[in-house]
């Protein structure tokens, strides 16, 4: 069945750059995206990438797929407070199609 | 870009009684609905696909005649928590496919969610 992972916490400077990693199980995903939620908020979807790329930039946001190792990060460059929220990295079969969440991972920004 | 309406944002319900969310798409024709259920601090688990016009198909261990999912136009969707409990309380959230989308990015769009508190 399809399982995506993540770790749950994640505390960085401001300033810094963080790192959220993503690992899934089923190889036949075709598109992996990465959704951000604010605190009682719904999702925003802030970057996706098809699993014939290796990598997808877009401002300070970078996105790295191994998919030999079924493994995707998130990096965002230059951390701020807004960037505090939970992170949930999504996989599907097709842009129209359900989505199947990771466990989300908490980023705390430390002044 | 589109947006999804889910309305009431923060419901309270007693015990036994049944409470309904609902899913808009303002701005686009949504032909399929997607109802996510989110515990405190876990993931979305998906709990059905909601198709306009048609039943909506259910997710393995998501009880069907406790929660009632009604799509019945291309903009609005309904999701019914019958009978709830407090182990019913949860952060609902609905997406909508935009039949017109081509891309991942103009595709699927989130609504706000919904709090359900029973009591």
């Known amino acids: 069945g399809e399982d995506v992972e993540q770790s749950l916490f994640l505390s960085v400077r401001e300033g810094d750059s963080s790192v959220i990693n993503c690992t899934y199980t089923?190889?036949?995903?075709?598109?992996l995206y990465w959704y951000k939620q604010e605190p009682g908020a719904g999702l925003q979807l802030l970057t996706y990438i098809f699993s014939n790329m290796d990598m997808k930039q877009d401002q300070r946001l970078t996105v790295l797929l191994n998919k030999k190792d079924k493994h995707l990060s998130l990096r965002i460059a230059d951390t701020q407070t807004g960037d505090s929220a939970i992170y949930f990295c999504a996989e599907s079969f097709a842009p129209n199609e359900k989505l199947t969440f990771g466990t989300g991972t908490r980023l705390t920004i430390i002044p | 870009g589109a947006v999804v309406s889910q309305h009431p944002s923060r419901v309270i319900c007693k015990s036994g009684t049944s409470v309904k969310i609902e899913c808009r798409s303002l701005?686009?024709?949504?032909?399929?609905m997607f109802w996510y259920r989110q515990f405190p601090k876990q993931s979305l688990m998906l709990m059905a696909t909601s198709n306009e016009g048609s039943k909506a198909t259910y997710e393995q261990g998501v009880e069907k005649d406790k929660f009632l999912i009604n799509h019945a136009s291309l903009t609005l969707s309904t999701l019914t928590v019958t009978s709830a409990h407090p182990e019913d309380s949860s952060f609902y959230i609905c997406?909508?496919?935009?039949?017109?989308?081509?891309?991942?990015?103009?595709?699927?769009?989130f609504g706000e969610g919904s709090w359900l508190t029973v009591v």
């Open positions: 701005d686009f024709q949504a032909t399929t």
């Open positions: 089923d190889s036949s995903s075709t598109y």
């Open positions: 997406s909508a496919r935009d039949r017109g989308g081509a891309n991942p990015g103009n595709t699927i769009y």
